[in-house]
């Protein structure tokens, strides 16, 4: 497709369920990276990947995070047993590599845990 | 502390008036500097981007970068309502990796 895209747009869920959170990135792209943004936050950085190793994944928040991107394109971010506090808006951006500055960002999937 | 700080604003300003945003950083060594436009429920999008000191100038848009008191400026002229967004500041290490993010701040330009 002609940008990022993530899906699903929306999703709701029971506290202690897990979801899969999916990106998928411009083609061609070797970088991406995973953001949260709380209500009125700026953007929290989680994780971000070098085709499929992730140099960089120190802005995970527990353990119920993971991340993981195969064939060097799509990408998933799993929360496992949310909580509410996962609430949030999770962003995915992709960029032609890691040194260029000009990554772009998807729709975003909003997540809402009851 | 933050490594980045900007002020969330909200700020609302009249149509037609110059728009100075703006975000100061704590480690020396970020190299690219950055600022992304975000509409309500809609991902960042990158307006300008800036490397080490110096101006940068695009359309009303003048991105002003000073390494020296580690200060980064956006300036908007002739501002629109279709301006009307949150903008971030954003920078990377010179060693590449994360851009690390301000909080956003809130504008709203009023016809």
């Known amino acids: 497709g002609a940008g990022v895209s993530q899906s699903p747009s929306n999703k709701v869920t029971e506290k202690g369920k897990d979801v899969e959170l999916r990106c998928d990135p411009i083609?061609?792209?070797?970088?991406l990276y995973w953001y949260r943004q709380s209500l009125g936050q700026g953007l929290e950085f989680l994780i971000y990947?070098?085709?499929?190793?992730?140099?960089?994944k120190s802005g995970l928040p527990s353990d119920r995070f993971s991340a993981e991107r195969t064939g060097g394109s799509v990408s998933t971010l799993t929360i496992q047993r949310t909580q509410q506090e996962d609430s949030a808006v999770y962003l995915c951006?992709?960029?032609?590599?890691?040194?260029?500055?000009?990554?772009?960002f998807g729709q975003g999937t909003r997540l809402t845990v009851v | 502390q933050k490594e980045v700080e900007q002020d969330p604003g909200p700020l609302s300003v009249p149509e037609g008036a110059i728009v100075s945003l703006n975000c100061t950083y704590s480690n020396s060594a970020f190299q690219y500097f950055m600022w992304y436009r975000q509409y309500s429920r809609k991902g960042p999008e990158l307006l300008m981007y800036t490397y080490s000191s110096g101006n940068k100038e695009d359309g009303r848009f003048t991105a002003q970068v000073d390494k020296s008191s580690k200060y980064i400026s956006l300036f908007i002229r002739d501002s629109q309502p279709s301006d009307s967004a949150t903008y971030l500041c954003a920078m990377i290490h010179n060693q590449g990796g994360k851009l690390i993010f301000g909080q956003g701040t809130e504008l709203s330009v009023k016809p």
């Open positions: 990947f070098q085709g499929n190793s992730a140099p960089d």
């Open positions: 951006a992709s960029s032609l590599y890691q040194e260029n500055t000009e990554a772009f």
């Open positions: 083609s061609g792209h070797t970088a």
